[in-house]
């Protein structure tokens, strides 16, 4: 379909109406491909007309031309319950000139889940009218996913939060830059924040927003507090939550768990950048065997399309903690570390180690294991952490050793040296411009911080080491990933070794000029103790050439947790009682951590 110029009459109005839709599921999606281009083509726009609503809910605009092309639109429908229908509106403005068309329109995953003759399991629901079988982490998120309401009825409002009528039980902190906004309909700029919602899909709901505009400046952050909660029966509670993260400077979103309130907590979770115009669901499993909060933070942006949007907030598996109103704080020493005022009373032997805030004691194998086996997570504390960004201009628990030692020896000025820095594209030299990153991986702008070999100092063959704290114990998918930016001409090498009381071997070698990009790299560890991970950048023959790395994860690191369940007919009980999935057996990979799944027996 495209418009056929008429004359150049004031504001004349082009109307595709669709035809009339009864309702949608909820993952429900309308694509289509639209043509904007000419001179003076002007804005269309895509409006959701919704019975019983006066005013249309706008879920799309172009506002001028767009080049000689054609270009694909996904929109977010989502759950629609009520009657509805589209209309794609052209307005000129007297002087129209251009071709303005759409094509290809396609519904996808509109329909509601069918029904199911049975519907057995522990993480399953079976719906009560549409006898759909859906996953029991969609029960009481705020979402009929159903279609009859049943997954939503007898859930309880204090563990759930759709922003219609204020912030429901959760805070505003008062320790931030600013405050997250309640609003209907889309936010203030354009080409960024929501359209709509996420409860009503339309422009009537409410939802929670960051603005980026002035006066908000870069990392200017606003902070969100749930009410305490306490862990019911088996100690995992479900935190479920949508966000909506679209605008070409959106900067971050993370998620931290506290339980000691004057602390900024651990982070279970983070997101960086655009990620489209639409609504993003996260689940996040939470253990915990104290009280604790839930902290929900935005970070602006360096510009003001930047906006964050939240909505839809929920618990699963929690209870509300009406014990003291707030937190145990924490004391404060000289040194700058958060200690305990006083360690607890306990027994544990040299060989144990205590629990900061409980005075609980575990295994020595248990600390740095990736696995928080304290409350506090004192026992995870001093090691290696499992994301590291270098945002905060931290070094997440890795160090130096040569460094450390030179330290004491006056005679070496460790700024000749080389070795490791952090650095970001912002404070470049001109002439480091050639081989140095301008941009970190996690942000992708000069502001973003990355770890970095100065090759203007050292000579050729030097190597700079940076290694983790010993780590105890690792389960069997256990692997390192990270980023890494090898650009320039007298590019040296990068190697990743593993270090186990007096033998190191290599893992991985990257060596030369990989161009100026940054370029994701994968290392399996799989099961180990007692190891240090080591990165080694080697100097080449010139300064042309610094080896950089970003965004360090070690995924799947924990060792394996043995539940004591029975396995299920899918699954083999390896040994040590641990099931593993069938498929994994005789792979040559030892997923048991016993090696009985690669038993020449099976």
């Given at each position: 379909m495209f418009i056929l110029k008429k004359n150049n009459s004031i504001s004349q109005i082009a109307q595709l109406r669709s035809p009339k839709f009864r309702q949608t599921g909820s993952n429900c999606t309308l694509s289509f491909w639209y043509y904007n281009y000419g001179q003076s083509v002007g804005a269309a726009e895509l409006q959701l007309l919704v019975d019983g609503l006066k005013k249309p809910t706008v879920l799309w605009r172009t506002y001028y031309s767009e080049g000689n092309q054609w270009l694909?639109?996904?929109?977010?429908?989502?759950?629609?319950?009520?009657p509805f229908q589209f209309s794609?509106?052209?307005?000129?403005?007297?002087?129209?000139?251009?071709?303005?068309?759409?094509?290809?329109?396609?519904?996808?995953?509109?329909?509601?889940?069918?029904?199911?003759?049975?519907?057995?399991?522990?993480?399953?629901?079976?719906?009560?009218?549409?006898?759909?079988?859906?996953?029991?982490?969609?029960?009481?998120?705020?979402?009929?996913?159903?279609?009859?309401?049943?997954?939503?009825?007898?859930?309880?409002?204090?563990?759930?939060?759709?922003?219609?009528?204020g912030l429901c039980n959760w805070e505003q902190d008062v320790r931030d830059d600013f405050d997250w906004i309640r609003i209907r309909g889309p936010t203030p700029t354009v080409n960024t924040g929501p359209l709509k919602d996420h409860t009503t899909g339309t422009a009537r709901g409410h939802y929670l927003y960051l603005e980026s505009s002035e006066p908000r400046r870069f990392q200017d952050?606003?902070?969100?507090?749930?009410?305490?909660?306490?862990?019911?029966?088996?100690?995992?509670?479900?935190?479920?939550?949508?966000?909506?993260?679209?605008?070409?400077?959106v900067y971050k979103l993370s998620v931290f768990q506290r339980t000691v309130s004057n602390t900024k907590g651990?982070?279970?979770?983070?997101?960086?950048?655009?990620?489209?115009?639409?609504?993003?669901?996260?689940?996040?499993?939470?253990?915990?065997?104290?009280?604790?909060?839930?902290?929900?933070?935005?970070?602006?942006?360096?510009?003001?399309?930047?906006?964050?949007?939240?909505?839809?907030?929920?618990?699963?598996?929690?209870?509300l903690y009406y014990g003291k109103r707030n937190l145990p704080t924490i004391s404060t020493t000289t040194s700058g570390t958060s200690v305990p005022a006083t360690l607890p009373m306990n027994n544990c032997t040299e060989k144990e180690f205590v629990c900061r805030a409980s005075g609980h004691c575990i295994q020595m194998m248990q600390k740095c294991d990736f696995r928080p086996d304290c409350s506090d997570k004192s026992d995870e504390s001093a090691c290696v952490m499992e994301v590291?960004?270098?945002?905060?201009?931290?070094?997440?628990?890795?160090?130096?050793?040569?460094?450390e030692q030179m330290s004491g020896n006056y005679s070496i000025p460790i700024r000749k040296t080389f070795k490791w820095q952090l650095g970001r594209g912002a404070n470049l030299y001109p002439e480091q411009e050639q081989h140095c990153p301008l941009t970190d991986h996690t942000t992708c702008t000069e502001e973003g911080w990355y770890l970095f070999a100065d090759s203007s100092n050292g000579e050729f063959g030097h190597t700079a080491d940076i290694a983790t704290p010993v780590i105890s114990l690792t389960g069997p998918r256990c692997k390192i990933i990270f980023w890494n930016h090898m650009n320039g001409s007298t590019i040296g090498s990068l190697e990743v070794l593993y270090k186990s009381s007096n033998k190191t071997s290599k893992l991985w070698t990257q060596s030369g000029s990989q161009g100026p990009q940054w370029n994701r790299a994968e290392v399996f560890l799989g099961i180990h103790s007692n190891f240090q991970v080591i990165f080694r950048a080697k100097h080449g023959v010139s300064y042309m050439g610094d080896v950089a790395v970003d965004d360090i994860t070690f995924e799947d690191c924990s060792p394996l947790l043995?539940?004591?369940?029975?396995?299920?007919?899918?699954?083999f009980m390896c040994a040590n009682k641990y099931c593993i999935p069938k498929n994994n057996l005789c792979d040559f990979v030892n997923d048991c951590e016993d090696n009985s799944d690669e038993s020449p027996s099976i």
């Open positions: 694909r639109a996904v929109i977010q429908l989502g759950r629609l319950p009520h794609l509106d052209k307005i000129s403005l007297g002087i129209y000139e251009g071709v303005s068309a759409i094509d290809d329109i396609r519904f996808e995953n509109c329909a509601l889940p069918p029904p199911a003759l049975s519907c057995e399991g522990p993480n399953r629901f079976w719906c009560r009218d549409t006898k759909a079988c859906i996953d029991s982490l969609l029960v009481c998120d705020l979402v009929d996913d159903c279609g009859d309401g049943s997954d939503e009825d007898s859930c309880d409002p204090d563990l759930q939060c759709n922003f219609e009528n952050k606003a902070v969100l507090l749930s009410p305490l909660f306490h862990p019911s029966g088996n100690g995992t509670c479900v935190f479920r939550f949508h966000y909506h993260m679209f605008g070409k400077e651990w982070l279970l979770w983070y997101k960086f950048g655009n990620q489209g115009n639409r609504w993003i669901r996260q689940t996040l499993f939470i253990s915990s065997s104290k009280p604790f909060q839930i902290l929900v933070k935005g970070i602006v942006g360096d510009g003001f399309t930047g906006d964050i949007g939240l909505d839809d907030v929920s618990f699963l598996g929690c209870a590291c960004d270098f945002e905060d201009k931290d070094l997440c628990g890795w160090h130096q050793p040569a460094l043995i539940s004591g369940k029975p396995c299920t007919s899918e699954e």
